[in-house]
């Protein structure tokens, strides 16, 4: 008996093969990638990685921007001890929750501004 020689093609003996290979040649799939030369393609782990890094860095990003910000605001209007801990945890606060936002929007437009692509 014959080993398979490619087991992951579906089967290779027998008429059954001969259907599996019809059915995918007819839906235009024959096991081949077509790439460009000197295109690499990501395949799904990597691709997610690196959005998750670049999401990291987006939010890291807007945090740090936030504080910068906040650091304009007067917060001896709000607060009895504006130099205290709690004044200082406060401001902490408020640049994650407003970095956060800042960089939840600006991935959510870049998110958008590539789907508007399949429009056309």
Not at 39 to 60: E, F, K, Q, R, Y
Not at 68 to 81: E, H, S, Y
């Amino acid at each position: 008996m014959k080993k398979n020689p490619a087991p992951w093609r579906g089967f290779s003996y027998g008429p059954v093969r001969t259907k599996c290979f019809a059915f995918f040649t007819a839906i235009g799939y024959d096991g081949v990638e077509r790439v460009a030369k000197g295109v690499h393609i990501m395949d799904g782990a990597v691709s997610l990685g690196l959005v998750g890094l670049i999401n990291i860095v987006m939010t890291l990003a807007g945090i740090g921007f936030s504080w910068w910000i906040l650091m304009n605001v007067r917060l001896d209007v709000f607060m009895k001890q504006p130099k205290g801990p709690q004044a200082k945890a406060l401001m902490i606060v408020l640049s994650i929750v407003l970095g956060h936002g800042l960089a939840t929007f600006v991935s959510d437009y870049l998110g958008w501004s590539r789907l508007i692509s399949q429009l056309f």
